[in-house]
């Protein structure tokens, strides 16, 4: 309370001196961290964890809030000009300096992979989401493919130090050893905690892993249904195993990476109405057959909120206060005022958006 009382004190002084600036871009010449307009990230390090995944661990500045496990973050980075923004989950345990375990798969993670150096500087949103842990947890099973071991990472680091004996099977899904993250970590854990049962399964040689049903899932662990499973994935591997874990009648909490595909016909050409700041005149952009309202904005120079830009994380949602628009995945047509996903929504075939 203090400190923040002092630092109040100390910024409302050099405003005095910096007026019409805000001190804090003054600041920021002397402490990278320090900004007026969003939470920022200096790089500590970059840990390669497979040949196209690395963990990039980083010191927050104001306006960051300690993440609980299992949560993400949105990150944001410069690339060729333009600030792009995708959602991460946060692999560090908590209590711990925040980190974000990403695989080269698009722009942002390529450029956060392959480009990303100790002293960069990261734009940060505060940790969202869910997927976590109860306050005391029961006999935990945990089912993950591919990079969905990752928020499930930063709850091991979190329990098990925490509760060493604590019984918790990890059933991990990958292409290879090679491209399974954390292994050698996780077989680390298991050494160290006695309650941590690790299996890997690598499909490049045993095939799709079964889990569409009761009886798959109980063959993986014979005990499935006296545990509270979590399972974090691609979607169709999220399906399953939430369907088989619910033919148990246990618990299943689900984090998913992916929504499938869009509809192949979604409609043809529409129009949106951009409401901007008060007083400007609206913007109008043409949105062309099978394009989303987002990318039309962008195509038409005008910036709107986005994350994962597949309809998961919701960092997209805007307001539409008139017209209708489709869901590009399920068809289905809104006419009702309200926020939409407008990564995955489309005018059908005009709408009115108030950009935030």
């Not at 345990?93 to 990261?122: F, I, K, Q």
């Not at 990079?147 to 680091?157: A, E, F, K, N």
């Amino acid at each position: 309370m203090a400190k923040n009382l002092i630092s109040r004190i100390a910024l409302g002084g050099l405003g005095m001196l910096t007026h019409p600036q805000d001190p804090r871009e003054f600041i920021q010449v002397f402490n990278p961290l320090a900004s007026s307009h969003y939470t920022r990230g200096l790089v500590t390090g970059v840990h390669r964890e497979t040949a196209d995944s690395a963990t990039i661990t980083f010191n927050a500045g104001e306006g960051w809030v300690a993440h609980k496990a299992g949560q993400w973050a949105r990150i944001g980075v410069s690339v060729n000009g333009r600030r792009l923004w995708r959602p991460y989950s946060l692999s560090a345990g908590e209590d711990h300096n925040p980190s974000v375990t990403v695989t080269a798969r698009g722009v942002v993670s390529n450029a956060l992979v392959h480009h990303t150096e100790p002293g960069d500087v990261l734009y940060l949103e505060k940790p969202a989401g869910q997927f976590l842990l109860d306050a005391s947890p029961t006999a935990l099973l945990f089912l993950t493919a591919g990079s969905g071991i990752t928020p499930v990472m930063s709850m091991l680091r979190t329990l098990m130090p925490r509760r060493p004996d604590h019984d918790v099977v990890l059933i991990h899904s990958a292409r290879d050893r090679a491209s399974a993250i954390f292994y050698e970590e996780i077989l680390e854990l298991a050494d160290q905690f006695p309650g941590l049962k690790p299996t890997f399964h690598f499909t490049e040689h045993a095939g799709r892993l079964p889990l569409a049903c009761a009886t798959d899932l109980t063959r993986a662990c014979p005990d499935a249904a006296e545990r509270t499973t979590y399972v974090c994935g691609p979607d169709e591997f999220v399906r399953d195993v939430e369907t088989a874990a619910q033919q148990l009648g246990g618990g299943v909490v689900v984090e998913r990476f992916d929504t499938g595909p869009l509809l192949e016909d979604t409609g043809g050409p529409g129009t949106v109405t951009l409401r901007t700041a008060p007083g400007q005149e609206p913007a109008e952009v043409n949105v062309a057959a099978g394009q989303s309202i987002l990318t039309a904005c962008e195509d038409a120079g005008q910036q709107l909120p986005h994350g994962c830009r597949v309809g998961v994380c919701r960092s997209c949602s805007i307001m539409m206060t008139d017209g209708a628009v489709q869901n590009m995945r399920t068809g289905e047509v809104t006419r009702e005022p309200g926020m939409i996903q407008s990564c995955i929504s489309r005018p059908a075939p005009q709408a009115t958006i108030e950009q935030p």
